[in-house]
């Protein structure tokens, strides 16, 4: 069973870094997919970066240049490194672990377990 909990979200001026955390408690983090969703008020969920077992990644458009995901397997550990907050960077953000393989992941942005999330203000 998979057990996402993010940690690291909280209130960052414009401009500012935050490192977010996903830890999973489950026993299958090393082979899973990982990767990043925010969702701001009013709005759906997007995607923001994923990461393979492996360390190959993909970012959306507007996380490229300013986060980095990374993951720890040893820690069993994702993380999302946010450079150059803005304020439409708002937003509760969510880990997710896919079962699917990491070509299906990126083409579909299709995952299977998700952690409760964490808030993100940036303000301006």
């Known amino acids: 069973q998979v057990q996402l909990v993010e940690s690291g979200g909280r209130l960052v001026q414009a401009g500012g870094s935050l490192r977010l955390s996903c830890a999973d408690s489950?026993?299958?983090?090393?082979?899973?997919?990982m990767g990043w969703f925010r969702q701001a008020p009013g709005k759906e969920r997007e995607f923001v970066a994923a990461?393979?077992?492996?360390?190959?990644?993909d970012y959306a458009d507007s996380a490229k240049g300013r986060f980095t995901i990374s993951r720890d397997n040893t820690k069993r550990t994702v993380y999302l490194q946010m450079n150059n907050l803005k304020p439409e960077d708002t937003a509760v953000y969510y880990c997710?672990?896919?079962?699917?393989?990491?070509?299906?992941?990126?083409?579909?942005?299709?995952?299977?377990?998700w952690g409760q999330g964490t808030q993100v203000t940036v303000s301006s």
């Open positions: 990461i393979s077992w492996s360390g190959s990644t």
């Open positions: 489950g026993r299958a983090f090393i082979s899973y997919p």
């Open positions: 997710a672990a896919s079962r699917s393989s990491w070509s299906r992941v990126i083409s579909s942005y299709e995952f299977d377990f």
